[in-house]
């Protein structure tokens, strides 16, 4: 067949399949047919789907005889196929019992056979679902539920799967059995260009790979947007989120809309309700909608914020021709903005879980972009950084939420969420992102109506957002140096309690992979230090070793949750048999330091382990004492295991930063990580006659950015001497 792409290509694969269909269908057979279900049913055949078909018969005899001519020729084709031979009374059986058959039936067609048997059967499956539907509607919903939980969000997925994820062609069907039901106007014209398009990716994909799939990876997302006509990958992901959107929230619409009928239906006291929950805004019916006093000539131009800042706190929908209305005739806010679009703003941000599907609902009417002309750069912007979960908007959305947890814990909970929403405005535009979404930042806020110092501050909040947590987790949060850097960057206390919450909420809307106990720890520590330095001028005195390692025979293993330390007689290499064994036993390390009592080196190591499951503490206290003694079985174990890592992976870069410690020089290396990564590194750096003094190991994703603390003074030769055998051990 075809691999072209469009809904006449699909039209015309589907005409296609009918003749090889009606080929293999025995003539003369009476009382049976051939109906088709699925894609060929609804004429949405891609190049390679499979088919989905229903032999369906009156209790003629011999059907399994008849069914085995049928599908062996596909099955020989090397053609995927779904089958069932079932009477007109077993398949509404099975339909009454089981919702997704009912929606399947729906779009079933006839193919070959008795096309009266077929018109039966499609009349009594009808008829069937729309007397049933809305009792099966809420299994519908449990199931559709479960689905999305497996799959996620396409709008939001870097590798989403086009049929099953939420907002993809499976839920189109589902839209379509509830407006045949006659429960909703759900297939509107934006819902039916979006599928069109939908279908129009899976075509491309299914040309792309030259089979059936759909889950559209990240490798063959260039070829797909190609034949799509599109720029590039980046122009798909963002087609493809704007239509998963639009679906979702159909779909949304409809289950409302099916749940107000069932409540309804449910008893005559079942009365709409109506109540007063702002100003100019009333719920009815469980929605909420406009006032008719709202509704005049001239209407506020704060309106459509203060709607959805009553949606967001009430956590109500808004109706969908209330959001219509606004998008026609609310007019454009002014510059600045009144102050009570600005309260409406703040408190939309700060209204927690109901703040972000308002957003959504407001954002596919297009009332988002009335308010933040910026916003149409930043709508689905994909984050190919591995640890973001979300587009770049709804990032920005999902960090208001986040940073809600924390309004409490600062004297301007207004700027917090303001900052939290704003942190990430430079992304999509040349340079880092913090440096050139500052004054973007400061515009959007100086629109809105902040008076200058509050401008300023949000500028400062965007530029310094990932301040804390690069700090925490690179530098070494005992050394005065790092602790006075970041309290001069900061200022005072007030915008460094806004950095903290900002940091925590821009962490949890990122993902999982992007904040952890341990990052807390260290962040709360890094702001322990400096406000003390801030408030008081001291800055901390560098760790004094543990005493208690060196006070027995050596060496001394000491294991205490995710802390490892060892004592051993002071030799070249330590560090790195340290860091070597720690891979053996698939721990990661968070951070090393090493120092120097009376003749005895110490290291310690805090840890975590790679895969979620502890080591053997026994075979790890064994191998570390083998390893400090100078032992090479152990990391020669590791050496072949680190060697065959180390393929693939980006370009290795290393950064230098001097004056960022009292008495070294910091190396910091970004590179791909790979088992024993740290190993060779320091194992390079020995070699090199180098002294490493701690280090602060960082993971983003499937790369690291690794600082290392090198003791002494360096010149230019030197450090490009360090930095080749750095590259070649990476």
């Known amino acids: 067949m075809t691999n072209a792409i469009g809904a006449a290509a699909r039209v015309e694969r589907a005409a296609a399949l009918d003749v090889w269909l009606n080929s293999l269908m025995p003539r003369g057979v009476p009382g049976v047919a051939l109906v088709a279900v699925g894609g060929l049913g609804r004429l949405q055949c891609a190049p390679y789907s499979d088919l989905d078909l229903v032999l369906l018969h009156d209790g003629v005899p011999g059907m399994d005889e008849l069914a085995a001519t049928i599908w062996y020729p596909i099955w020989d084709a090397r053609v995927g196929l779904d089958h069932s031979v079932r009477t007109l009374p077993e398949a509404l059986s099975v339909a009454h019992d089981d919702v997704k058959v009912a929606l399947g039936l729906l779009d079933a067609r006839h193919v070959a056979g008795d096309r009266e048997l077929t018109g039966r059967l499609l009349a009594a499956a009808t008829d069937q679902w729309r007397r049933t539907a809305v009792r099966q509607l809420p299994a519908l919903r449990e199931i559709t539920a479960a689905r999305w939980k497996a799959h996620g969000e396409l709008a939001f997925l870097l590798e989403g799967d086009l049929k099953e994820a939420a907002g993809g062609l499976r839920d189109v069907g589902i839209l379509r059995g509830i407006a045949l039901a006659g429960i909703s106007d759900t297939m509107r014209p934006a819902v039916q260009a979006a599928q069109l398009r939908l279908l129009d990716t899976r075509d491309a994909l299914h040309a792309a790979v030259g089979r059936r799939v759909d889950r559209l990876l990240a490798q063959e997302r260039d070829a797909v947007a190609k034949l799509l006509d599109l720029d590039d990958g980046d122009a798909l992901l963002r087609r493809v989120a704007g239509d998963a959107r639009t679906v979702s929230h159909a779909l949304d619409d409809a289950f409302r809309a099916a749940d107000r009928l069932r409540a309804r239906r ?40 203060r709607v959805a800042a009553a949606a967001a706190v009430a956590g109500l929908p808004i109706a969908r021709a209330t959001c219509e209305w606004l998008a026609a005739y609310c ?208 800055l901390p005195e560098p760790p004094v070793p543990d005493p208690a390692l060196v006070a027995g025979p050596l060496p001394a293993v000491h294991l205490d949750g995710d802390r490892v330390a060892v004592a051993a007689a002071d030799r070249r290499g330590l560090l790195a048999a340290v ?152």
């Open 266 to 305: 449910r008893g005559a006291d079942n009365r709409p309700v109506r109540r007063p929950v702002a100003r100019d805004v009333v719920e009815h019916d469980g929605e909420l909608v406009l006032a008719r006093t709202a509704i005049g000539a001239r209407p506020d131009p704060s309106l459509s914020l």
């Open 579 to 730: 860091a070597g064994c720690l891979a053996l036993h698939r721990l990661d390390v968070l951070t090393a330091d090493a120092s120097t009592v009376d003749g005895t080196a110490l290291v310690e190591f805090r840890v975590q382990p790679r895969y979620g499951t502890p080591p053997d503490l026994i075979a790890l206290t064994v191998d570390l004492r083998r390893a400090v003694t100078g032992d090479v079985s152990v990391t020669q174990r590791l050496r072949g295991r680190a060697m065959a890592a180390r393929a693939g992976g980006a370009a290795p870069r290393i950064v230098w930063h001097r004056g960022a410690a009292t008495d070294a020089v910091v190396l910091e290396l970004r590179a791909a990580d790979a088992t024993g990564l740290l190993y060779r590194v320091t194992s390079a750096l020995d070699e090199a006659g180098i002294q490493v003094r701690a280090a602060r190991i960082s993971t983003l994703g499937g790369d690291v950015v690794d600082a290392f603390y090198l003791v002494g003074t360096f010149d230019d030769p030197e450090l490009a001497r360090i930095e080749t055998a750095v590259l070649a051990a990476v």
């Open 331 to 538: 007019p454009p806010l002014p510059a600045p903005w009144p102050g009570a679009a600005r309260t409406a703003l703040v408190t939309l941000l700060g209204a927690g879980d109901g703040l972000v599907p308002t957003w959504e609902t407001c954002d596919r009417y297009g009332l988002i972009d009335g308010w933040l002309p910026e916003w149409t750069r930043m709508r689905s912007l994909p984050q190919h950084n591995p640890v973001h979960r979300y587009t770049l908007d709804r990032h920005l959305v999902q960090a208001a939420q986040e940073a809600t947890v924390h309004t409490r814990e600062v004297d301007r909970p207004d700027l917090l969420l303001l900052g939290a929403f704003l942190h990430d405005v430079g992304k999509g535009l040349p340079g880092d992102h913090s440096v050139v979404g500052a004054p973007v930042a400061g515009k959007i806020a100086t629109r809105i109506g902040l008076p200058s110092a509050d401008v300023a501050m949000i500028e400062k909040l965007v530029r310094l957002h990932l301040l804390l947590p690069e700090v925490a987790t690179r530098r070494d949060l005992d050394d005065p140096v790092t602790v006075a850097g970041v309290a001069e960057a900061v200022g005072d206390t007030t915008t460094l309690n806004l950095l903290h919450g900002l940091a925590r909420a821009d962490a949890r809307a990122t993902g999982p992979a992007a904040w952890s106990d341990w990052k807390a720890r260290l962040v709360a520590g890094l702001v322990r230090r400096v406000h003390t330095a801030l408030d008081t001028g001291e």
